[in-house]
T-cell receptor
Framework: DQQVKQNSPSLSVQEGRISILNCDYT??????FLWYKKYPAEGPTFLIS?????DKNEDGRFTVFLNKSAKHLSLHIVPSQPGDSAVYFC????????????FGSGTQLTVLP | KAGVTQTPRYLIKTRGQQVTLSCSPI?????VSWYQQTPGQGLQFLFE???????NKGNFPGRFSGRQFSNSRSEMNVSTLELGDSALYLC??????????????FGQGTRLTVV
């Protein structure tokens, strides 16, 4: 049972435009969400996170939106750059002593020059 | 500040053998988690160690085990290797603290190939 789902395996966007990556979750106990970027043969790199007490968090070109009622979050990248081309993973966790992250299957973003 | 260091980067083993992977967390980080990444299953949580104790374990067979040392370095061991164990094994370290700010920082991973 996939508790975190990224239904789009791939996304192509023109340089300078907005990239929107989506993620859905089913476990209502999740209260902290993270986005990671991953290049081939490297470990995931942390991008941005959001707590369930917020509905938006912004860091430079990256903004994450959380809709708790819909159990949905999205990552917006504006403007998109060719260097943003990578696999993006959404992850979720339950607060507490465990640091276990549950990951989505990832979305391959390709930013076209 | 050095990042998470995993050794070795690449490993080829034969079915039935055992393997030990090593992870040195970011200095000051006391929690180490291990994940397996495969094309079919994505990133899956193996286990987490904190203060030399396993705190949480994912849904993997007992052939997968780990330990953490007093300096927070961690090792994971896979015994009786199977072809399906071929994967990228990732280690993540986290700073233990109050609140929700518990981002995990990943190493580059160890690519294990079982032949």
């Amino acid at each position: 049972d996939q508790q975190v789902k990224q239904n789009s395996p791939s996304l192509s966007v023109q340089e300078g435009r907005i990239s929107i990556l989506n993620c859905d979750y089913t476990n209502s106990m999740f209260d902290y969400f993270l986005w990671y970027k991953k290049y081939p043969a490297e470990g995931p790199t942390f991008l941005i996170s959001i707590s369930s007490i917020k509905d938006k968090n912004e860091d430079g070109r990256f903004t994450v939106f959380l809709n708790k009622s819909a159990k949905h979050l999205s990552l917006h990248i504006v403007p998109s750059q060719p260097g943003d081309s990578a696999v993006y993973f959404c992850a979720a966790k339950i607060s507490g002593s465990a640091r276990q992250l549950t990951f989505g299957s990832g979305t391959q973003l390709t930013v076209l020059p | 500040k050095a990042g998470v260091t995993q050794t070795p980067r690449y490993l080829i083993k034969t079915r039935g053998q055992q393997v030990t992977l090593s992870c040195s967390p970011i200095s000051g980080h006391r929690s180490v988690s291990w994940y397996q990444q495969t094309p079919g299953q994505g990133l899956q949580f193996l286990f987490e160690y904190f203060s030399e104790t396993q705190r949480n374990k994912g849904n993997f067979p007992g052939r997968f085990s780990g330990r953490q040392f007093s300096n927070s370095r961690s090792e994971m061991n896979v015994s009786t290797l199977e072809l399906g164990d071929s994967a990228l094994y990732l280690c993540a370290s986290s700073l233990i603290g109050g609140g929700l700010n518990t981002e995990a920082f990943f190493g580059q991973g160890t690519r294990l190939t079982v032949v």
